[in-house]
């Protein structure tokens, strides 16, 4: 097998942590949990399994240059800046380009920018049988994280047969990908021990996952093709991503390929995991005072019970008789919403982004 790669997905808005995370510097581009940005943890890692100069990011033009900032590391022309979003089957066109240009259909994962994993040998090991398994085989691979709790914010993965081993590790077909369940179904998937959670990542070759695309996107190939050509004519990704990429179909990669193609298998993982996708997820990594109250910054509570209070440097907050909310201070605002509402911060901070300012805000 010849050397792997990683490419790192990090061009998300990070909208469910407003009001820290901005356009220009999101989630992943911060500490959410953690002394480090989410990002530069992702990257550090892969050390030991993929040294930097196999990494590409793909993040989007306006956090190109925080991205670099936070992983000095990465080799600058690296980390590639979309012009516009385009979901994450074009970023991952994008991306089996990049790494085809780099070596020839060499084996390579996609991973997100803004998940916690604490336990980093072995989640190199879940990598390496799936770099193995993708080398030798043409399969579309996807890590299967082993769910703890019948969660109702992810979708899922249900496993079929077991088709071979590798490493001691099973690499199961997969019956089918469903979308996230409501509590009663997710109980059901957690009783059944044949589901897992749908982390999305995913190990595959450039040639695979392309001749995945031609099949069931094949006007977003084609728009790839268009946009290899000019970079090949013109040596100048740049004006490639400018020219195409703003057209290519706008279409998720679970709906475009993972659903629809036979050749898709998982690999069980074994370790620790947490998308910390809002707010409250922020509190399962810190510890809780006798109240249950969750505090980051200089903060003094009075009767109030069960609270998440983020508090920046030099400002004080202060608590009395409440209970469940989530308080995020930054210097320019503050958000205050029932624990029960988390889900609902992303429709707050689109909604402040259509206000005639929402642009100083978000």
């Not at 989007?60 to 022309?77: D, G, I, V, W, Y």
């Not at 770099?131 to 249900?158: D, H, K, N, S």
């Not at 030099?314 to 469940?324: E, Q, S």
């Not at 689109?350 to 100083?360: L, M, Y």
Request: glycine share 6%.
């Amino acid at each position: 097998m010849d050397d792997p790669y990683v490419v790192i997905m990090a061009g998300g808005r990070g909208e469910r942590f407003w009001p820290q995370s901005r356009l220009r510097r999101p989630k992943h581009l911060l500490p959410i949990v953690g002394d480090t940005s989410m990002l530069a943890q992702t990257v550090a890692r892969l050390e030991g399994l993929v040294p930097p100069e196999r990494i590409f990011v793909v993040t989007n033009l306006e956090q190109r240059e925080a991205t670099l900032e936070a992983c000095p590391s990465l080799l600058p022309n690296h980390v590639v800046g979309e012009p516009v979003g385009r979901d994450t089957a074009a970023a991952v066109g994008l991306a089996a380009i990049l790494v085809n240009r780099a070596s020839a259909d060499a084996v390579f994962a996609i991973l997100p920018a803004d998940h916690l994993i604490e336990q980093a040998e072995r989640f190199r090991g879940v990598l390496r049988t799936a770099f193995e398994a993708a080398a030798r085989e043409e399969i579309l691979v996807t890590i299967g994280v082993l769910p703890t709790e019948p969660a109702t914010g992810y979708g899922y993965v249900q496993r079929g047969e077991s088709l071979f081993d590798l490493q001691g590790r099973d690499v199961y077909a997969v019956k089918r990908f469903v979308e996230k369940p409501d509590l009663d179904t997710a109980s059901q998937y957690l009783e059944s021990g044949d589901y897992f959670w749908n982390a999305g990542m995913f190990v595959w070759r450039p040639s695979v996952i392309l001749a995945a695309l031609q099949e069931y996107v094949p006007d977003l190939r084609a728009g790839l093709q268009e946009l290899e050509d000019v970079w090949r004519l013109e040596d100048d990704l740049d004006d490639g991503m400018d020219k195409v990429y703003p057209d290519l179909p706008r279409i998720s990669i679970d709906y475009a390929v993972m659903e629809k193609a036979p050749n898709v298998v998982t690999v069980e993982s074994d370790f620790d995991w947490d998308d910390v996708g809002e707010w409250p997820a922020v509190a399962r990594h810190f510890p809780a005072d006798q109240a249950g109250n969750v505090t980051r910054g200089k903060v003094v509570s009075l009767d109030s019970q069960g609270n998440l209070v983020i508090s920046p440097e030099g400002r004080l907050t202060a608590l009395l008789g409440v209970k469940d909310l989530i308080v995020v201070e930054t210097a320019d605002a503050t958000l205050i919403c029932h624990r029960d509402q988390a889900q609902e911060v992303k429709r707050l901070a689109k909604e402040i982004s259509r206000r005639e300012d929402g642009a100083n805000w978000t």
